[in-house]
């Protein structure tokens, strides 16, 4: 029984993704999807295409960001926390920027963005491949 486990466990790691690539795709994914949360503010939505290609952008700097911080340090609270912490001041760049009417968007902006550093914090953590491994050898 023990001994299928170890099988099973070895299989899912020369499976698994490595922290930057997982970390590369969540980020883009979500990022469309944190872009596509400015539907929700009507005076914005004849911005939406140009809102969701930023977003993507900012959610792959941060899978990036997250991802190498999770390759130096192995610990999913830090990981949430460091995924929070990107996101959050990322999306507050991007918030400090005012419509042309010079509004700005904190909340709107910021907590989607939160929320995907959140995220991808902690799945670099918890199905990141180690960088150090490589299936190649």
Do not use: C
Request: proline share 4%.
């Amino acid at each position: 029984m023990f001994n299928r486990t170890m099988e099973a466990q070895n299989r899912l790691e020369e499976t698994a993704m490595s922290k930057i690539s997982l970390g590369l795709m969540l980020g883009g994914i979500l990022g469309i999807f944190d872009g596509l949360t400015a539907w929700f503010t009507p005076a914005v939505r004849s911005q939406l295409l140009g809102i969701v290609i930023g977003s993507t952008i900012k959610g792959l700097i941060t899978g990036i960001a997250i991802a190498f911080f999770a390759r130096k340090v192995n610990s999913l609270p830090l990981g949430i926390i460091f995924g929070l912490a990107v996101g959050l001041l990322l999306a507050f760049i991007v918030a400090a920027i005012p419509d042309p009417n010079g509004k700005h968007y904190y909340f709107e902006i910021m907590l989607p963005g939160g929320i995907l550093g959140v995220i991808v914090g902690f799945a670099t953590q918890k199905y990141g491949r180690p960088g150090g491994s490589s299936s190649a050898a």
